[in-house]
């Protein structure tokens, strides 16, 4: 899948425009994946809570430089796991 495939294309454009409400949507799709990931790497629901917060506030603040060169999961998860 190339990223003009995306199909979080869309959404990242607008969070790139300043579209707050998209980047809410994001967090709604994936933080249960995030979660999911956390937890089994840290297997502690509390500790994985505060992790998933901590990659959104890097995804966010990291969104405006994404080139899609990638999936936007793929990128998303290397956050996660690193």
């Keep these: 899948m190339t990223s003009a ?12 425009k300043g579209d707050g409400s ?5 967090v709604l799709k994936y933080r ?3 979660m999911g990931i956390a937890s089994r790497m840290l297997g ?3 500790e994985a809570e505060d ?3 901590d990659v959104f ?11 899609g060169e ?4 793929t990128w998303l998860y290397r956050i996660t796991a690193n």
């Design 51 to 53: 992790l998933a917060q």
């Design 44 to 46: 502690d629901r509390i």
């Design 22 to 26: 998209a980047f809410n949507q994001l």
């Design 57 to 67: 506030v890097k995804v966010y603040l990291a969104l405006p430089k994404f080139q």
């Design 32 to 34: 249960n994946r995030v």
């Design 70 to 73: 990638a999936l936007f999961t």
């Design 5 to 16: 495939q995306d199909p979080d294309k869309e959404l990242i454009q607008k969070i790139q």
